[in-house]
């Protein structure tokens, strides 16, 4: 017979515990690593805040009121009397604006004038020239079709013309594209905001083909924001309809466009820009008769 073989007696491990200690003190030294990196405070961060609230909290108060304004700023005087005008500060010893000498704004403005004398004499031209800027108004019914941007062939000779004398001054140009109040939606015009900007960016595109330096250019378009007739009769919308040639003259142009905003904007007083006309026997179209 087998001799049966006696059953092994299993050998008991008694450090097991060492295992979990281990792991234990591994998360406490974690654990003290992250409070210690917690604890520690960047002193010159620390010494910058605490300055800063102390003088906050330290200074006297210069008024009673939440809201405190500059006495300066409020006595300055404004450039308009308008409440929606918003004023740029102007430097002290600028205040009074004196008007610079420009004579290449006489000299321009007398050559252009020369040039296209006879629009002039059609009132399809318009010069002025002030202290600060000369302006050349041109009727959009000799630059451009109904309701759209392209220039005419006409137009584009026109403009040529003007062109080849303000590529031989320094003078910034500034090229704006108005319109009358009657609403236009199509594809590429939704609103006279885009009908003018582009009709002002056309005539920059010409007037750099055609040698002026186009770092010398902006063009901005006003919609039907800045009327300068009765939107309410056929004559006054086709006045309205226009785009400004403004030469800017030596200076702060910052300063010269303040005032150049608050001549539109004093020039648009007595007209406003809801559509209303008091010829419907015309067959007047607010869509396609916009020029």
Do not use: C
Request: proline content about 7%; glycine content about 4%.
């Amino acid at each position: 017979m087998s001799r049966r073989r006696k059953k092994q007696e299993e050998h008991v491990n008694l450090e097991r515990w060492l295992v979990s200690y281990a792991d234990f003190i591994t998360l406490l030294f974690a654990f003290f690593v992250v409070m210690y990196a917690i604890s520690s405070v960047n002193e010159g961060k620390y010494r910058v805040l605490s300055d800063s609230l102390s003088d906050v909290f330290q200074s006297p108060p210069t008024s009673i009121s939440p809201i405190q304004f500059d006495n300066a700023l409020q006595n300055q005087p404004s450039l308009s009397e308008d409440p929606d005008f918003i004023n740029i500060p102007i430097p002290e010893h600028d205040k009074n604006l004196t008007p610079p000498e420009n004579p290449e704004l006489e000299t321009l403005s007398e050559d252009i004038t020369q040039a296209v004398q006879p629009l002039i004499d059609d009132d399809l031209i318009t010069i002025k020239k002030s202290d600060f800027w000369l302006e050349i108004d041109i009727k959009s019914s000799i630059l451009f079709g109904s309701g759209n941007a392209k220039l005419s062939e006409d137009a584009e000779d026109i403009l040529a013309t003007i062109a080849s004398l303000l590529k031989d001054y320094p003078n910034d140009v500034q090229v704006e594209g108005f319109t009358d109040n009657v609403p236009i939606s199509t594809k590429f015009f939704p609103s006279n905001w885009e009908l003018s900007s582009s009709r002002a960016a056309s005539v920059v595109h010409l007037f750099e083909e055609e040698g002026v330096d186009p770092k010398r250019m902006q063009a901005i378009g006003y919609g039907q924001h800045r009327p300068t007739a009765d939107n309410t009769t056929e004559s006054g919308r086709n006045t309205n309809r226009r785009v400004n040639l403004v030469v800017l003259g030596q200076g702060d142009p910052r300063q010269i466009m303040q005032l150049r905003n608050q001549s539109l904007k004093q020039a648009t007083q007595e007209n406003g820009d809801t559509f209303e006309t008091d010829e419907p026997s015309q067959g007047f179209n607010p869509i396609f008769d916009i020029q």
